[in-house]
């Protein structure tokens, strides 16, 4: 089992800044990707960004230029810094990690983002 806590979510102005992270722990291995989802009310949980262990990233389209991840494989912790935060961007985020091993997916508890007009 991997275990998922993250941190960071709050409620900011729109251009304002936050930044995410999530840190794992448990069953651990040398091959996975981690990454943010976010899902808004009444929408389906969609990726934000993507990140693997040799630091390849991908992003949605709605957020690049704006977001960036990131990772620090020695702390098994992954970031999201979200910049020029929009209303749009208000949904609760959601940390995951896959194994690529056994392409198990692992969800933290979610965090509430919420940017104000």
């Known amino acids: 089992q991997v275990q998922l806590v993250e941190s960071g979510g709050g409620l900011v102005q729109a251009g304002g800044s936050l930044r995410l992270s999530c840190a794992a722990s448990?069953?651990?291995?040398?091959?996975?990707?981690m990454g943010w989802y976010r899902q808004a009310p009444g929408k389906q949980r969609e990726l934000v960004a993507g990140?693997?262990?040799?630091?390849?990233?991908n992003y949605a389209g709605s957020v690049k230029g704006r977001f960036t991840i990131s990772r620090d494989n020695a702390k098994n912790t992954v970031y999201l810094q979200m910049n020029s935060l929009k209303p749009e961007d208000t949904a609760v985020y959601y940390c995951n990690y896959q194994d690529l091993f056994t392409l198990e997916n692992y969800w933290g508890q979610g965090t509430q983002v919420t940017v104000s007009s």
């Open positions: 448990g069953k651990l291995v040398s091959v996975n990707t």
């Open positions: 990140i693997t262990v040799g630091g390849a990233t």
